[in-house]
T-cell receptor
Framework: NAGVMQNPRHLVRRRGQEARLRCSPM?????VYWYRQLPEEGLKFMVY????????ESGMPKERFSAEFPKEGPSILRIQQVVRGDSAAYFC????????????FGSGTQLSVL | AQSVTQLGSHVSVSEGALVLLRCNYS??????LFWYVQYPNQGLQLLLK??????LVKGINGFEAEFKKSETSFHLTKPSAHMSDAAEYFC????????????FGSGTRLQVQP
C-alpha cells in the first residue's frame, strides 16, 4: 500500500512561469490537504479538498494559486506567474475524512524560483 | 481560532538525557493535539495524538506527551535521547468540530550530542 506520493520531488522555475505540483493520496483516501513550509518555519495550511470539491481554502493566497482534486487522477496545486517568495516546500497530506483522523504526509515538493 | 507556540526553536541534549520539547496552544473549542516529527528531506510522521480520554499519551519511539488543560500545554518528553531522535518536531492543534485542518507550531529542531 503506497503512501502519499508527491511529484516532482524538486521543481525549478523561473519567475513568471507556472508550477504544477501533484499529489496522489493513499489508496482509499478521498481527502487531501496542502501545506506550505517556508524555511525555518512550520507548515502553514493552504487548502483542503475532497474529490471534486474545495472544502476550505482559507489559507490560499488570493491570487495566482489554485488547487483541484478531480474525480480521477491526482490533486494538483497550481501556481501561476511564480515569484521568488513562492520558493518553499509544499506538502500534501491525505486521510479518509473522519474527524481528526491521522493525516498521512507525502515527502513534499521543493519549489525553487530563480 | 487556534494557535500553537513552541518554545525554543533549537534544543540540544546529550545522548541518554531527558528530552523535553514545549508546546502551548490556544483554541476556542476543545482541542485535538498532535506531535509530528520531520527528518531531513522527508514528510511529517505522526508521533502521537490526543483526542479524548487519558491525558498522558504514549507514542512511537518512546515519546509521550501530557495534555494539561489548565496550562494549555502539550509538552513532548522522552526519558533517554538517542542519536536517531535528531530531527525537527512540530506540535499541531485542530478543533473537534468544524475546520479539520491542522494548525502547526513553528517547530523545534532537536540536536543530540554524543
Amino acid at each position: 500500500n503506497a503512501g502519499v506520493m508527491q511529484n516532482p520531488r524538486h521543481l525549478v522555475r523561473r519567475r513568471g512561469q507556472e508550477a504544477r505540483l501533484r499529489c496522489s493520496p493513499m489508496k482509499g483516501h478521498s481527502h487531501v490537504y496542502w501545506y506550505r513550509q517556508l524555511p525555518e518555519e512550520g507548515l502553514k495550511f493552504m487548502v483542503y479538498l475532497q474529490k471534486e470539491n474545495i472544502i476550505d481554502e482559507s489559507g490560499m493566497p488570493k491570487e495566482r494559486f489554485s488547487a483541484e482534486f478531480p474525480k480521477e487522477g491526482p490533486s494538483i496545486l497550481r501556481i501561476q506567474q511564480v515569484v521568488r517568495g513562492d520558493s518553499a516546500a509544499y506538502f500534501c497530506a491525505s486521510s479518509t475524512g473522519q474527524t481528526n483522523e491521522k493525516l498521512f504526509f507525502g515527502s513534499g515538493t521543493q519549489l525553487s524560483v530563480l | 481560532a487556534q494557535s500553537v507556540t513552541q518554545l525554543g526553536s533549537h534544543v540540544s541534549v546529550s545522548e541518554g538525557a531527558l528530552v523535553l520539547l514545549r508546546c502551548n496552544y490556544s483554541s476556542s473549542v476543545p482541542p485535538y493535539l498532535f506531535w509530528y516529527v520531520q527528518y531531513p528531506n522527508q514528510g511529517l510522521q505522526l508521533l502521537l495524538k490526543y483526542t479524548t480520554g487519558a491525558t498522558l499519551v504514549k507514542g512511537i519511539n518512546g515519546f509521550e506527551a501530557e495534555f494539561k488543560k489548565s496550562e494549555t500545554s502539550f509538552h513532548l518528553t522522552k526519558p533517554s535521547a538517542h542519536m536517531s531522535d535528531a530531527a525537527e518536531y512540530f506540535c499541531a492543534v485542530s478543533g473537534n468540530t468544524g475546520r479539520r485542518a491542522l494548525t502547526f507550531g513553528s517547530g523545534t529542531r532537536l540536536q543530540v550530542q554524543p
